[in-house]
Structures are given as structure tokens and as C-alpha cells.
């Protein structure tokens, strides 16, 4: 079993930053990719970031964000630069735990960005 808890969301004016934290307990994850997705409201949940032996954006956010991992800490990190009113949504965590899919998640955080 995995658990994956975020952190990090928040109100920040358009063109702030802000960083998000995904800390999963059970085993040293290390090994397994993680991501992150966001969902606005009224739209379907959509891929932002994800890091295994290399990292993959959404084109949305090439050059805005970046995804690390603190694998001494089992944790995720997602740093937000240049925000845009579009980036407002709920941000979540996922694993690849022991498969090719995302079959973990966190409960999420808000992120709204002001304009």
C-alpha cells in the first residue's frame, strides 16, 4: 500500500510562484515514477509532470515548472514559476507503483492563481 499526501497549494497573484510537496510513506519508492496532474473545474484531469529516469512535461509548462524528487525523503516536488490564472486547479500526486499506469493518488491541493 502506498500513501501519498500533497502539500504546498495556495492563492498566489498571476506571475508568482509556488512549490508543491508530494510525500509517500509505506516503501522507498525510489525506483517508481511519479507525477503530477491537475484538474480545473469543469475539465477533465490533465497531465503536468512526471519523473522516472528523466522528467516529461506538458507543453503548457515547459519552462515554467519543474518536477524533482528527494528520494532520501520519498518525496516529490513540483516548483510553480510564472503563474497564469489558467494554472488554477487541483493538483495531484500519482505513482506508477509496480506498473506501467498511475494507480495511486493523493488527495489533492488548490492552487489559484490570481489575475
Known amino acids: 500500500q502506498v500513501q501519498l499526501v500533497e502539500s504546498g497549494g495556495g492563492l498566489v497573484q498571476a506571475g508568482g510562484s509556488l512549490r508543491l510537496s508530494c510525500a509517500a510513506s509505506?516503501?522507498?519508492?525510489?525506483?517508481?515514477?511519479m507525477g503530477w496532474f491537475r484538474q480545473a473545474p469543469g475539465k477533465e484531469r490533465e497531465f503536468v509532470a512526471e519523473?522516472?529516469?528523466?522528467?516529461y512535461y506538458a507543453d503548457f509548462v515547459k519552462g515554467r515548472f519543474t518536477i524533482s524528487r528527494d528520494n532520501a525523503k520519498n518525496t516529490v516536488y513540483l516548483q510553480m514559476n510564472s503563474l497564469k490564472p489558467e494554472d488554477t486547479a487541483v493538483y495531484y500526486c500519482?505513482?506508477?507503483?509496480?506498473?506501467?499506469?498511475?494507480?495511486?493518488w493523493g488527495q489533492g491541493t488548490q492552487v489559484t492563481v490570481s489575475s
Open positions: 519523473i522516472a529516469g528523466i522528467t
Open positions: 500519482g505513482i506508477k507503483y509496480g506498473t506501467t499506469r498511475y494507480n495511486y
Open positions: 509505506g516503501r522507498t519508492l525510489s525506483s517508481y515514477a
